[in-house]
């Protein structure tokens, strides 16, 4: 007899929740969102409009259906099941935390603030739950399969993100390695020793964030991918030339069939996806990582 569905609601603590948590009363922290200008009527109002759509989707799950909720601090210890259906309600950057943590799950992106969000990945309101989650549990015929990148070290160790990860030393100070383009390490027409403040690879759904932003500062280079195009773009971030390290290879883009070697020639760097620095890959001196197409794909429900 096959396990009920089960929905996962995933969603992140309000500004609001947080600043009660700080500063301990609702006039507290008014009191110190005033001396800098702002009012915390607009913060609770946001924080009520978030909380009425968590409570709205978890309505709409089918009775027979189990439910579970996670936060987004407790994602890396949340252990995520074959037949689960992914709602994850709050903002777009909710949906990139999350996905690292998939397996071809079906995911539901309800925006809790139509209008201030993008609504790239959160795509839907609360009201469409109750149609969605059967479509979802039934297959998620049409779901966009959304390209993600993966980082894997020589010790297997692997990390997944849908929109970028970053290699480099963990507070964003010179990081030295050897790189690598399209072969395995070593190969002496594409290698280079670098020290830079590390290097992002992404994918077409983080082409308007960070990756967009680095590939207009580079001005020039490949066309950005499309968000379910298996093909990755990669920026060298303030690449340093010396007697001893060089600048020539810092952008590109990867096939799905290409990776981006690093070889740490520092005593610790790190790899993290999506801005989860707490969820990082520790890197030591000798270490190797490739980086390139992850395997899976993000299953959104369109």
């Not at 109750?130 to 980082?151: F, Q």
């Not at 964003?172 to 992002?200: C, F, I, N, W």
């Not at 971030?237 to 290879?249: K, M, Y």
């Amino acid at each position: 007899m096959s396990l009920a569905p089960r929905a996962v609601l995933v969603h992140r603590t309000t500004e609001y929740e947080e600043l009660i948590a700080r500063h301990g009363t609702h006039g507290q922290a008014a009191f110190f969102l005033s001396s800098r200008g702002r009012d915390i009527d607009e913060v609770a109002g946001r924080h009520r409009r978030a909380q009425r759509a968590l409570a709205d989707v978890a309505a709409a799950v089918p009775l027979r259906w189990r439910t579970a909720r996670v936060e987004r601090a407790d994602l890396d210890r949340f252990l995520f099941g074959p037949e689960d259906v992914v709602v994850v309600v709050g903002q777009d950057g909710l949906v990139a935390n999350a996905a690292k943590y998939l397996s071809g799950q079906p995911v539901v992106g309800v925006d809790t603030e139509p209008g201030r969000n993008p609504g790239v990945l959160v795509r839907h309101g609360a009201a469409d739950a109750a149609k969605l989650l059967p479509h979802a549990a039934a297959g998620a015929a049409g779901a966009d399969e959304l390209t993600m990148v993966e980082a894997v070290t020589d010790d297997g160790q692997r990390l997944c993100a849908l929109n970028e990860i970053y290699v480099g030393a963990a507070g964003h100070q010179t990081a030295r390695y050897r790189l690598s383009s399209g072969a395995a390490p070593g190969t002496p027409a594409d290698t280079e020793a670098q020290a830079s403040s590390g290097v992002v690879v992404g994918t077409g759904t983080g082409a308007t964030g960070w990756l967009g932003s680095l590939r207009r500062q580079a001005g020039d280079g490949p066309r950005p991918p499309q968000p379910h195009e298996a093909r990755l773009l990669w920026f060298v971030r303030e690449a340093w030339p010396s007697p001893t390290t060089g600048t020539s290879l810092v952008r590109g883009e990867l096939t799905e069939e290409q990776r981006l070697w690093l070889t740490v020639e520092s005593d610790h760097l790190v790899a993290f996806g999506d801005g989860m620095e707490g969820d990082a890959l520790g890197l030591g001196w000798g270490q190797s990582v490739r980086v390139g197409v992850a395997e899976g794909a993000l299953r959104l429900v369109g």
